[in-house]
């Protein structure tokens, strides 16, 4: 029987992403990319994945039941809130609309690995305890999930 994994000991990192011939992003290299972790992670959300539906309406449909059907998959936002540096801030800052790769390692050795702009960043300040950045990112195309070994 498996173990369970363990939240505790994620690390969220982010790389550059290489653009191919038309100026695209290329997810190849994306997903392999050299990635630079944050320093301390205080929590992460993964993106949803989700379906979108089509809805059709015929004057065949049985019963007049709408009949969905499923359309695009997507990929939704991964937020996190992480632990506040100056120079990570600076960066993300400098970041903020840029394709980047993302790349989170959960304890077990567990990877999902993400594309997307960073879509929204800002300082939290709290009366005591020390200052965080709460990130979101607008993920893209489809997720890599590696199981540990």
Known sequence: MAKDTKGFGAVLAW????????????????????????????SY???????????TRTHQSPDQYAEPSQDWKTNGE????????????????????????????????????YWGYLKKCRPTTPTSGPMNVEITVRCKGKPRNTPAA
């Open 15 to 42: 790389g550059d992403i290489t653009l191919d011939a038309d100026g695209y992003p290329d997810l190849a290299a994306a997903l392999s990319a050299s990635y630079t972790p944050f320093t301390k992670l205080e």
């Open 45 to 55: 959300t993964a993106p949803e994945q989700d379906v979108e539906e089509t809805e």
């Open 78 to 113: 991964l937020t996190a809130v992480i632990r506040y540096r100056k120079d990570e801030y600076a960066a993300l800052l400098a970041a903020l609309a840029v394709d980047k790769a993302w790349k989170v390692t959960y304890s077990d050795g567990t990877t999902d690995e």
